[in-house]
């Protein structure tokens, strides 16, 4: 099972640099600093920096793509911060991971300009130059030339699909239930950083070394997916709520 688990893992981590490579990126409409969504247009501008050094852009407050919403490891998030005082107007920006580790961050660029509407415009524009030194296909080289024998494109073994389920939270340990319309028992869930991927064990099936299986379960929607390895076949089975 650690074998398997560890498969998992580094596909998890194979979709992670997928997203780097790709330049998917969520922005917020309304960071810790401003009062309302978009404030002296700086989250517009800052889409548009990002777009013209070839990101693609989503506010994660719009309908993402399905293969993002699905799982937010298909993309990286943008973080502005606002360090500015009265004298001097200061931002940077930061780049994360789906676990919020930080991938980038650019040099703080800044501008004594009084006007705020002008200054932001000005520091946004200071912020191009600094994001093209973030060369994301070349992030964690070594690591990829490592897994690269170990890992590659799963070939879907068995796909399940269940009616009528439920997702129940529960108060303990697991943290969280997925039922069939009789409420027996279907897989067991522990939380992670992202609040619709679970660790998932499937006390209904056991493998050949008399342990549950253990998996990824993504839930999106209505429907959940669980991923797991059964005797080291990949196997996908569907929840639809």
């Known amino acids: 099972m650690m074998k398997n688990?560890?498969?998992?893992?580094?596909?998890?981590?194979?979709?992670?640099?997928v997203a780097q490579q790709n330049k998917v990126i969520i922005i917020s409409n309304k960071y810790e600093f401003q009062k309302e969504k978009n404030t002296y247009n700086i989250n517009t501008m800052l889409k548009a920096i990002l777009v013209s050094n070839n990101y693609q852009v989503f506010f994660d407050d719009e309908e993402l793509p399905f293969e993002i919403?699905?799982?937010k490891c298909n993309a990286l998030t943008g973080v502005l911060i606002d360090n500015s005082?009265?004298?001097?107007?200061?931002?940077?920006?930061?780049?994360?991971?789906?676990?919020?580790?930080?991938?980038?961050?650019?040099?703080?660029?800044?501008t004594r300009?009084?006007?705020?509407?002008?200054?932001?415009?000005?520091t946004i524009k200071l912020l191009s130059p600094e994001l093209k030194k973030y060369d994301a296909t070349v992030i964690q080289e070594k690591e990829v030339v490592a897994t690269e024998e170990l890992v590659d494109v799963p070939k879907i073994s068995e796909f399940k699909t269940y009616l009528n389920c439920k997702l129940k939270q529960t108060f303990g340990n697991p943290q969280a239930e997925v039922t069939d319309s009789n409420d027996n028992i279907l897989l067991s869930l522990q939380k992670t950083k992202n609040p619709n991927v679970f660790i998932a064990v499937n006390t209904n099936v056991i493998n050949t070394n008399k342990e549950f299986v253990t998996g990824i379960f993504t839930k999106t929607g209505n429907k959940g997916v669980f991923e797991y390895y059964l005797n080291y076949e990949y196997m996908v089975e569907e929840y639809l709520f």
């Open 69 to 71: 919403a699905q799982n």
């Open 113 to 122: 300009e009084k006007d705020i509407q002008n200054a932001y415009i000005e």
């Open 5 to 17: 688990f560890a498969i998992l893992v580094l596909v998890l981590f194979s979709i992670n640099l």
């Open 85 to 110: 005082n009265l004298l001097v107007r200061k931002i940077k920006f930061q780049i994360r991971d789906c676990q919020n580790n930080l991938l980038y961050e650019t040099a703080e660029v800044k």
